[in-house]
Structure formats: structure tokens, C-alpha cells
């Protein structure tokens, strides 16, 4: 995923800001992957993440264009082949490593994973055929130094998203140690992971719907917030539930459920419930300068965060799985808080040129 934010440039995130310039977003898609996936490929080989350059490469340019494709039919509403597209490579890997358990012979998983992209991908240009961009949109493209603009932008803040998502258990397990790294992420597993399939189910929907409704969502927001913000409650709740259930069936190997990361994994699903609302509105309205500074309040809140955590990790008695969790909460409630008032900063001045 972080190799295909690398070789796109947030060009794939434009597509469905602008699908008015898909064929020429797809123009300029097809000739960077190569080049920018072989550099990629070489630094995957270099680090030891796979064999040699050229699998990396098959690697980065394959997951840069099942984003692409992933994109493209997204900012259509083409909805079964964007996650087909997204999604179909996955499949074919399972099937495979499977197949190859069942018979109980030994694979390079590096293999599988490139040959199953490209299956992926031939699958989506055969989808891309049958909806080629002059088909979809009359086509009256931006210029390529404004799409890149907003491209780069995205992918700034793509990267931060990775590394917020990301990052805690990297920050748990070399700190904390194994332990706590597998307390931390046992918890995750139960009670945090399971709200990204409605979170991303509605990020996945949002951007397109906002582009083509945006009085609308304005309206909702406006006149449905406490509601808004109870449902997103509603399910953070039910995450618990469901979690304490089916931890209490399986019986994991920490113990029982910590009541502490159960309440602090709450709070993080609620923001994350509520942050693709803004997220997909800014992604379709939001300027360079919008843009910037989200960039700019999001590397603060960051540094905020990251100097709490060296601050109090010195402090006896803090447990660091309780600290990263709590300021991992904070993160994304202050992510989702600026997120939501630069859709105001926005929507105020939209108002104001009409």
C-alpha cells in the first residue's frame, strides 16, 4: 500500500475529485508507475523486503494500479468493480497459498502476491474496456501542474494516515516489548479493527456522493449532527459488545479484556467513525492552500502527540500500552476536530463566491 502511494503521486485520489480529466490522470498514471516502481523496487531489495528489484518493482507498480483502477471506478459508482479492483488480488492470493497448503508445497509469498496483483489487474483492464473515460465523462481535463497540485497533497497526507494508522503497534512493540506488543494488539484485533469495515465501507462511498451532493451533505450535517455523532457512538458501543462477545468465546491468550483499552479504543472508533466525513469533502473541495494547511495542522498535531509521548514514557508507572493507546485517541479526535473545521473554513467560502 505505502509502495502504491509512492508511485501515484495522490493521482488516483484526483481521479474522483476530477473525473472530468480521468484520461488524462490515466495518461500520466501509466507512464510514472513504471519508472517511479522500478526506484521503489530497487529500495525494496535494498532494505531486504523481497529477493531482488525487479519482484519489488512487479510489486509496487502492481498495488499502485489496483489503486488506480480502484479509484477510477469509484468516481463513477461503479462499486462492485472498484473493490473488485481493490479487493480481487487478495482473493487470488488466498486461493493460491490455499491451494499450495493443501498440497503442502512450500511458495515464495513474494511470487504470489505479484502474480495475484497482475491477475487483479487484467481483470480490471478488462472492466476499463468496457468503461473507458470518453465513455463515462465528456472529458475536459485540468492542466497536469494542477493535478499534480492537489496530487502531491493527497499524497503527503495519505502517508500521514498510514503512519497514524500504523505506526502504534511499531511504537508498542519496540517499547513495550512483545508482551505488551501482543496486549496492545489482541485488544486491537477485538475491539478497534473490526470498525474499519463500516469506516471504510463509508469512506469508500462519501467522496463521490459529497462531489455530486455537496448542499446536501452540508444540510445533513448542519441540521443531523447530534444524531451523526450518536450513531457514531451507537456502533463504537457495539464494537465493545461484539468484541467482549467473541472474546469470551475464543478466550485469547492475554487473559480477560483490559477495561482501560476497551474505553480508549471506544473513543478512537468514534473518531474514526466521524473523520471520513470531512475526509471525502475535503478530498473533493478542498484547494492547494486548503490543503496545506491540514498538512500543516495535522504535522502539529503529530509533533503534539509524539512529545507527550517521549514526556511521559520516562514517567514511572506509566504503562506504554495505556499510553499510546490514550494519545492514539487523541490523535484522531484532534484529526477528525481540524478535519471538520476546515469543511467549515470551505463551505463558508463557497457560500460566499455564490
Not at 245 to 250: G, L, P, Q, T
Not at 283 to 298: E, R, T
Not at 325 to 333: D, E, F, K, R, Y
Request: with cysteine; charged share 10%.
Amino acid at each position: 500500500g505505502i509502495a502504491g502511494i509512492f508511485c501515484l503521486v495522490g493521482l488516483d485520489q484526483v481521479l474522483v475529485r476530477s473525473p472530468q480529466s480521468s484520461k488524462k490522470i490515466l495518461k500520466a498514471i501509466f507512464v510514472q508507475v513504471p519508472i517511479l516502481a522500478v526506484i521503489i523496487g530497487w529500495g525494496f531489495s535494498y532494505f531486504g523486503f523481497v529477493k531482488n528489484w525487479f519482484l519489488g518493482g512487479v510489486i509496487a507498480a502492481g498495488s499502485a494500479m489496483t489503486l488506480v483502477f480502484f479509484q477510477y471506478f469509484r468516481s463513477f459508482s461503479l462499486n462492485l468493480k472498484s473493490q473488485l479492483s481493490q479487493q480481487g488480488w487478495k482473493i487470488f492470493a488466498l486461493l493460491t497459498v490455499l491451494l499450495f497448503l493443501a498440497l503442502d508445497f512450500q511458495i515464495e509469498l513474494g511470487a504470489v502476491v505479484a502474480v495475484s496483483i497482475w491477475l487483479s489487474i487484467l481483470l480490471c483492464l478488462f472492466f476499463y474496456i468496457k468503461s473507458l473515460p470518453e465513455n463515462m465523462m465528456a472529458q475536459n481535463a485540468e492542466s497536469l501542474s494542477d493535478l499534480y497540485q492537489i496530487g502531491i497533497r493527497f499524497m503527503v497526507t495519505s502517508l500521514m494516515l498510514a503512519l497514524t494508522v500504523y505506526a502504534e503497534q511499531l511504537v508498542v512493540n519496540h517499547y513495550g516489548g512483545h508482551q505488551n506488543g501482543a496486549l496492545y494488539f489482541t485488544h486491537a484485533t477485538y475491539f478497534l479493527f473490526p470498525a474499519s469495515i463500516l469506516n471504510g465501507y463509508l469512506a469508500f462511498l462519501i467522496g463521490p456522493w459529497v462531489r455530486d451532493n455537496h448542499d446536501r451533505f452540508l444540510g445533513i450535517l448542519k441540521k443531523r449532527w447530534p444524531l451523526i455523532v450518536a450513531f457514531s457512538a451507537f456502533f463504537a458501543l457495539f464494537v465493545f459488545s461484539a468484541g467482549s462477545f467473541f472474546w469470551s468465546v475464543i478466550g485469547p491468550s492475554v487473559g480477560v479484556p483490559d477495561t482501560i483499552l476497551q474505553i480508549v479504543f471506544m473513543v478512537s472508533v468514534v473518531a474514526r467513525t466521524l473523520y471520513p466525513l470531512p475526509g471525502g469533502y475535503l478530498g473533493v473541495f478542498g484547494m492547494p492552500g486548503d490543503h496545506n494547511i491540514l498538512i500543516v495542522g495535522q504535522l502539529v498535531i503529530f509533533a503534539t502527540v509524539l512529545a507527550l509521548f517521549f514526556f511521559f514514557k520516562e514517567v514511572e508507572g506509566v504503562l506504554i500500552v495505556y499510553l499510546v493507546s490514550i494519545l492514539s485517541a487523541l490523535n484522531w479526535v484532534m484529526r477528525t476536530a481540524l478535519s471538520f473545521s476546515m469543511v467549515s473554513v470551505i463551505a463558508r467560502r463557497k457560500n460566499a463566491k455564490s
